[in-house]
């Protein structure tokens, strides 16, 4: 694709229409400064120079004759009133033509990166806005839908500019949808288009979108959680998992509820530097670990937001390369971006007295994020919550269709023992996945933070003679925040409010995303007695193949070309 600059042209000096993207670059067609000026520019431009030279010349002489005579400086003749209004005139001159090219210069350098976003030759003319001064942005595109399309296809409009060319993100997805349709010769007939804010995700949450999956949200609760009841929204498209989680919340209810405890807060971010040897990388660690340097350390960090507040620092070495594990609250957001910006304070801050550091990466996966990590498991990670209740033994048998006795020999044989043979890492449980990413997905979280925040040990003990079961779950890092990313999407920020956790919270920043992990948690729970409890009664085949198989023909359903 051929490429070049867009001018605009002067309708009082040309017949060309406006509108047109155009390969032409006559002066004559557009206005130019010098147009004004009553000398061509190159003489203009070498009578002031030669103008700066001798008044600067004059009045340097001027000022050592002076000096030599012991003259006042301020006393000044015609001649050297002269020199000096000369001299500010023509570095006036010279500082704004030097300053326009530059800053001309610099704006068509970034013409240049975006030149390859216009075609040689559109298929439709685009009006443009003339005016002279000064130059309007890049115009949008337009035209008939069709030939853009067409033009996407073809390559000469990439498809990600389209919502900023349009200005109509709605349309954008519509038009690129085609594209892709006709370029790929498969249709997308299942995959709704309306009914969807494009806008609220532009530059935010989803790029070059063509769509959105319809994903059902049910509700399981009452959920019993210190002393107040909420009722969880789950996205999932597992048949049973809704229904099950349910059944859980039934059997705590009944139980005189849950009660979960945050027993730590705080988001981590583990740059990674490298020295030229190991003894200085170990000097960095046993600096950063002297708690007399921490509180400095942590007026640096949290400059980075007000909600920002470091809670530790820890080392690890491996060679000559150092893994500072970060760790600090970040309110009700959760936080990566919030940690990732007070890290590099740090970082920049370590430089003056470490000039020998190179930073690798502000990640060096010591954090961990979106991966199984002991370190997560051991220290944790966004919120550490541990959840418990005590159901009752007849509640066991009437909801629960089983034995407080085959629960606890069970969860001994397979979240533990079962768990242990499979050398898990944090899998010390039935499916606590299921309920995480349920939960996150209908409330905006980060789905493969999943992988973290399923880690969890569900423990289940016979307790008051043996009558009832004490079940409990710990989970050291859940990361939630109910600000931020998808949070402020309509459909999730309503599942945040149906939980009473939408936003941020005012009045103790941080409490509503603490509220929210010990939800989270206490789902869990729920989720992971009624499972077991299927599966210690032997049901879970048959529950599963009444709720999570479907009679209906899909095939039929279906459009001819899927």
């Known amino acids: 694709m051929e490429l070049h600059r867009r001018t605009i042209s002067n309708p009082l000096r040309s017949s060309k229409p406006a509108g047109k993207f155009s390969t032409e670059t006559d002066s004559a067609s557009a206005v130019q400064a010098s147009d004004a000026l009553p000398l061509p520019i190159r003489h203009t431009n070498k009578l002031f120079s030669a103008l700066f030279m001798v008044s600067i010349y004059y009045l340097m002489c001027r000022w050592r004759d ?6 006042p400086l301020h ?32 704006i068509s350098s970034h013409d240049d990166d975006d030149e390859f976003l216009l075609p040689s030759n559109p298929p439709a003319p685009c009006p443009l806005v003339c005016s002279e001064k000064p130059p309007l942005p890049a115009a949008p595109l337009s035209g008939d839908d069709e030939e853009i399309v067409s033009a996407v296809v073809s390559g000469k409009i990439p498809s990600y500019i389209l919502e900023s060319r349009l200005g109509d993100c709605r349309r954008a997805a519509g038009i690129r949808r085609e594209a892709i349709s006709r370029i790929t010769g498969r249709g997308m007939e299942g995959l709704p288009l309306d009914g969807f804010d494009y806008d609220s995700i532009l530059g935010q949450c989803c790029e070059m ?17 210190n002393g107040k009841e909420y009722f969880v929204p789950m996205a999932t498209t597992e048949g049973c998992l809704v229904a099950s989680t349910n059944r859980g919340c039934k059997a705590i209810a009944a139980s005189d509820g849950a009660v979960s405890v945050v027993l730590k807060d705080g988001m981590t971010r583990a740059p990674v530097v490298r020295f030229a040897t190991a003894k200085r990388a170990a000097e960095l660690k046993f600096f950063l670990e002297d708690p007399r340097n921490f509180e400095t350390l942590a007026i640096v960090f949290d400059r980075s937001s007000r909600f920002a507040k470091l809670q530790g620092i820890k080392c690890s070495l491996a060679g000559r390369n ?20 007070g890290v590099q304070n740090v970082l920049d801050c370590l430089q003056n007295d470490f000039p020998d550091m190179d930073v690798i990466s502000i990640s060096g996966n010591f954090c961990s994020d979106k991966k199984p990590a002991a370190v997560n498991w051991i220290e944790g990670r966004g919120k550490s919550v541990v959840c418990e209740a005590i159901i009752k033994g007849e509640i066991v048998k009437k909801v629960l269709k089983t034995s407080v006795s085959a629960l606890v020999e069970l969860n001994v044989i397979k979240n533990l023992a079962g768990s242990a043979v499979a050398g898990a890492l944090g899998g010390f449980n039935a499916h606590a996945s299921n309920i995480v990413t349920a939960i996150y997905i209908a409330t905006g979280q980060d789905p493969a933070q999943n992988v973290e925040s399923s ?3 569900t423990m289940m003990e016979a307790v008051n003679d043996n009558n009832d079961l004490h079940i409990s779950v710990t989970m050291p890092s859940i990361e939630v925040g109910t600000v931020g990313g998808g949070t402020q999407l309509a459909s999730q920020s309503a599942c945040l409010n149906l939980l009473g956790v939408k936003g941020a919270n005012l009045d103790s920043p941080g409490a509503n995303s ?19 409890s299927a599966l210690a009664a032997g049901q879970l085949v048959k529950s599963h193949m009444k709720f999570n198989r479907s009679s209906r023909d899909m095939s039929k359903s279906l459009p001819s070309d899927a």
């Open 66 to 71: 002076k000096i030599r005579t012991t003259t």
């Open 322 to 341: 150092l893994y500072m594990r970060f760790c600090c609250r970040t309110g009700d957001a959760m936080g990566m971006n919030m940690v990732s910006k």
């Open 455 to 457: 880690h969890c040990i």
């Open 75 to 106: 006393v000044v003749t015609l001649s050297e009133i002269s020199a000096i209004v000369g001299f500010i005139a023509s570095l006036i001159y010279l500082i704004s033509f030097f300053g326009i090219a530059y800053v001309q210069s610099f």
């Open 209 to 225: 979108p063509v769509g959105y999956v319809q994903l059902p949200v049910g509700i399981a609760g009452p959920l019993l959680l």
């Open 514 to 532: 603490r509220l929210l992990a010990t939800i989270v948690a206490a789902s869990v729970l729920a989720g992971e007695l009624s499972l077991m």
